[in-house]
């Protein structure tokens, strides 16, 4: 990722970091059931299958929203 990330003009160090959480953030939304996240938090908070479609998918799709609208914020402040 590295050569394409100064392809697209990400050269100064606070905007490869963004870049950084941006990506974390999108690898956390929408964790169903073929991810492990998925069964271990619905396991060890007891969730019976339904509940756990219902909370775990939405919480953690609400959780990428929020860390991309973070990362936008940060962007249009730090740039």
């Not at 059931?33 to 775990?56: C, E, H, M, P, T």
Request: net charge neutral; no cysteine; glycine share 8%.
């Amino acid at each position: 990722m590295a050569p394409l990330t100064m392809k697209a003009g990400f050269n100064e160090p606070i905007e490869l970091a963004l870049l950084v959480l941006a990506i974390g953030s999108g690898s956390m939304t929408v964790s169903h059931a073929n991810d492990s996240y998925f069964w271990v938090v619905s396991q060890f908070s007891g969730f019976d299958l339904r509940s756990a479609f219902k909370g775990i998918t939405v919480m953690s799709l609400l959780q990428g929203l929020a860390g991309l609208v973070m990362v936008l914020i940060l962007y249009t402040i730090l740039r």
